[in-house]
């Protein structure tokens, strides 16, 4: 799909970070978008932002939504047929995701389903709901956000990060899977799965609010226990920051993630619609992507190793994870 003028998109997470993005470079081409999102207000923010650089008579809607539960993408893929008097779609963008549940063991169950369900059965329930409205349509393109850890399990051999890890790899085989589905039964609709590297979103941040969570900064000595717990695991002195120090630190790690990241959110979403318009299957986002995905290929039994991140960093990937400790909280 060369062009997305005039043409339907669904968005998924599009109040903020690269569904944001998405929502407004489509916008900006004159290709109509719905979105939706568990944030009005912040979809609000979208909305008018696209509006600004959209041309005259672009249609924006948003529809509040949680992706992991179905009766709610049903209703949203309704409203979408409604709003835009439409019996297809021409897009579809499963990008909304969460981040938490990082240990089997030690960490909340809710948490880990709750990453699970948004990350891999918002994917699913998302492509049953609108695949229809593509197959409807005279070309499609179902766009599916994985992520670097659809592919290598771990942000590094001292933090577990299992279900965010294991959605995203089942979002990776559905989405080639249905390469060869699609290719059979639907050819004029075309699919690709999304791996971004390090993007500078607000995905830890509104991932603590999504699950109810304090801000670091309102965190009682109780709320900090998982944190402390965490150290523990790590070799780090239990004590060995005070609470102030430590509610600084996890503060500094949420906006570091998102400031000092080596792509922005605008940017890795040129680089997806990009690929959108060269009919490409696989889609890496960031350097740092592309440099994991060759190392992973090359020395797979090596990829869970200690010396393996030293590598990476050494080839200047992910140099912003040891870049997460605030001054004065070592």
Known sequence: MKDFT???AVVTG?????GRELVKQLAAEGCHVAMCDVSVEHMEETATEA????PDGTRITSHECDVSDEAQVLAFRDAVAAAHETDCVHLVFNNAGIGAGGSLLHDDRDDWERTFNVCWYGVYFCTRA????LVASEAGHLVNTSSVNGFWASIGPMTPHTAYSAAKFAVKGFTEALITDLRLNAPHVKVSVVMPGHVGTSIIMNSASLLGRPAPK????EDLEPARDNMERMGMPRDGLTDDQLRQMLDYMGKAFRDLAPLSAADASTQILDGVREERWRILVGEDAKLLDRFVRETPEDAYELAFMEKLRENGAF???GMLTPPGAE
């Open 14 to 18: 599009g109040g903020t970070g690269m």
């Open 6 to 8: 005039g043409k339907i």
């Open 51 to 54: 509006r600004n650089v959209a």
């Open 130 to 133: 609108f695949l229809p409205l």
């Open 319 to 321: 140099a912003g994870i």
């Open 218 to 221: 309102e965190m009682t000595s």
